[in-house]
């Protein structure tokens, strides 16, 4: 990046005053992801849900039920074991 983040002393190394910025930065970003990841994660808006069904039994209601949860909770991954190709 042709700035220097980091300067080595004797008793190791410290942030630049560039460094210092770029840590605050990552700090903010990563804090407020890792955030909302644990908030997700937490009520179980994220997350993975595997279904087997036979297709026949792909029309009505189960796929009523699948398509609502992928609307309430996006952030999920849905996979079907038995499926006609799609999820």
């Keep these: 990046m ?3 983040f980091f300067e080595r002393f ?3 190394v410290r942030p630049t005053r560039p460094g ?3 840590l605050r930065l990552a700090r903010t970003i990563l804090g407020g992801a890792l955030i909302a990841t644990a908030r997700s994660v937490h009520n ?3 997350g993975r849900l595997s ?3 036979c297709t ?3 029309d009505g209601n189960l ?3 699948l398509l609502e949860f992928k609307q309430r909770f ?4 849905i996979t079907d074991t038995f499926s006609s190709g799609t999820s």
């Design 44 to 46: 179980s808006e994220t």
């Design 51 to 53: 279904v087997a069904f």
């Design 63 to 65: 796929q009523a039920s």
């Design 56 to 58: 026949s039994l792909s």
């Design 2 to 4: 042709g700035v220097p």
């Design 10 to 12: 004797s008793g190791g």
């Design 20 to 22: 210092r910025d770029v």
């Design 74 to 77: 996006p952030q999920s991954t």
